[in-house]
């Protein structure tokens, strides 16, 4: 299974971009801060990743979400690779809600 729910914050100006067969996407970057427990200790929690919508799903959110909102978003893992062939783990959002 590959599902991953996360909530966070926005830290970039989201932003929507076309691939070149004109599928809308909207590019995210999630921050979120918690307290764990691990091992029966608290432990600070910090992680910062990459979140795409795409689709007709895209167009609805871009006009809806900024920088600094707070949001929970749901889908799967998938990696990417950057022009110098940098991997990363994505986060392709299937369902969003603002919190």
């Given amino acids: 299974m590959n599902h991953l729910v996360i909530r966070g914050t926005l830290v970039k100006t989201p932003r929507l971009t076309r691939s070149p067969s004109g599928i809308s996407h909207l590019l995210l970057a999630i ?55 940098v991997p990363r783990l994505v986060l392709h959002a299937q369902t969003i809600k603002q919190v």
């Fill in 31 to 85: 921050e979120h801060r918690s307290m764990q427990e691990e091992a029966g200790l608290t432990r600070q929690c910090y992680a910062r990743i990459q979140a795409v919508v795409s689709g007709v799903e895209a167009e609805s959110w871009s006009t809806k979400l900024s920088l600094g909102s707070e949001i929970e978003a749901s889908g799967f893992l998938q990696r990417h690779e950057n022009a110098n062939g």
